[in-house]
């Protein structure tokens, strides 16, 4: 088989493959990035990695620790189990946010429905991760050997998640009650015509509420979540990854190990008008060792840090760290000695009425060689018919 596409190539043609491989970059990275996938199913590390992106700046802000405190429309995403806080109007919940200089876009949408009995809520949520207008050179270098720009296509890479929240209320004492939510989530993943996946997950989660205080543990991909990849490789696309010495995929399934996220946050009150919460997360994934600061084998270990200063449920001033990891240090000529990096997050946002709008500013590498983000998102309190008619 590799020896008949070999002959169709001439030794021109194979020259000019070699000198444009700086040109076809962007488009191998995107189909590349689905080859580490193997024919037999296992646990894969990072897998569906667009999903611990983070949802609406707030979250976002604090560093991702939201799994006790949280209380609105991102629930969905962050604690299943809290949207049982948000009682008699519905919420809809929007963020956007532009990674890389505006090359990958992520957009976050939610609806949050409280059922008659106010002590269920579901809730609607979509996820988009996107890479548009990748540019498609496959086709650039014509059998003859020549060079044809006229043939460059542009194809998306897009990653989506639909997830379809249940949360009920149980009340314990008078200022005391728990949270119980579960998520099912349907993935697709697409990188142009070349590659889809569908994949399917559940989610289980639970909140304890106090007075100041708050406990969260959400156990995220609790059955495994499953992709189920197939692909469309054509006769010249095969020749291209022949030549790159690139492997040729075939179809495959990527399962995605369970973790476990817990958290736990307390509000201190200065005042009537001035309060500060503090939340601290650990993420615990079971998918073997990993960067973080308990890594050990199969167990992980990874700690997040959120604040957020409260000005008469007003105006917020938020910030975080979270993704400590070991990396060399830069000033080490030897090249042995490591440090301890991290990334951090600042964020603000102002409530008038119904309408909230945050803002955070992320940074996507670390302290060292900052690389940030703008992040912008927006949540209404949609007055339902129930209290129109009071009015």
Do not use: C
Not at 50 to 70: E, T, Y
Not at 100 to 129: E, H, Q, S, W
Not at 207 to 212: A, E, F, P, T, V
Not at 215 to 237: L, R
Request: proline letters at 3%; aromatic letters at 12%; charged letters at 20%.
């Amino acid at each position: 088989m590799l020896k008949r596409m070999r002959g169709k190539l001439n030794p021109g043609t194979v020259k000019l493959y070699t000198s444009q491989m700086t040109k076809i970059y962007p488009f191998l990275i995107i189909v590349g990035s689905f080859l580490s996938l193997s024919a037999s199913a296992q646990f894969t590390k990072y897998s569906n990695e667009f999903l611990n992106i983070g949802a609406g700046a707030r979250g976002m802000a604090m560093a991702g620790a939201q799994v006790a405190s949280v209380s609105d429309g991102t629930a969905g995403y962050w604690n299943p189990a809290a949207l049982a806080n948000i009682r008699d109007k519905p919420q809809l919940s929007l963020m956007h946010a532009e990674y890389y200089a505006g090359i990958g876009k992520y957009d976050f949408a939610n609806l949050v429905l409280p059922l008659k009995d106010n002590k269920r809520t579901i809730g609607l949520t979509l996820l988009r991760f996107a890479v548009d207008d990748i540019p498609n050179t496959i086709l650039l270098v014509q059998p003859d050997g020549t060079v044809n720009f006229d043939n460059i296509t542009t194809f998306s890479s897009a990653d989506y998640a639909f997830i379809f929240s249940l949360a009920q209320k149980a009340d314990l004492s008078k200022n005391r009650h728990v949270n119980f939510g579960v998520n099912a989530k349907v993935i697709y993943r697409k990188a142009g015509d070349f590659a889809s996946a569908w994949g399917f997950g559940f989610d289980a989660a639970a909140q304890y509420l106090g007075d100041r205080w708050k406990v969260g543990i959400v156990a995220k991909d609790v059955t495994t979540t499953f992709n189920a990849w197939s692909f469309s490789i054509d006769q010249q696309m095969r020749e291209v990854f022949y030549m790159t010495e690139n492997e040729i995929p075939t179809k495959s399934t990527e399962l995605t190990a369970p973790q476990l996220i817990l958290g736990g946050s307390y509000s201190f009150r200065f005042s009537k008008k001035l309060s500060l919460l503090v939340e601290a997360d650990l993420d615990v994934t079971f998918d073997g060792r990993r960067n973080t600061v308990i890594s050990t084998n199969p167990v992980s270990i990874d700690p997040k840090l959120g604040l957020e200063l409260n000005y008469k449920d007003v105006f917020f001033v938020r910030g975080g760290i979270n993704n400590f990891q070991q990396a060399l240090d830069d000033k080490d000529t030897t090249n042995q000695r490591k440090i301890w990096i991290y990334q951090p997050s600042v964020g603000a946002g102002f409530k008038v009425g119904d309408v909230e709008i945050d803002y955070a500013f992320v940074n996507l590498a670390n302290q060292s060689y900052p690389l940030y983000t703008h992040v912008f998102s927006l949540r209404v309190d949609l007055q339902s018919k129930k209290n129109k008619l009071k009015k």
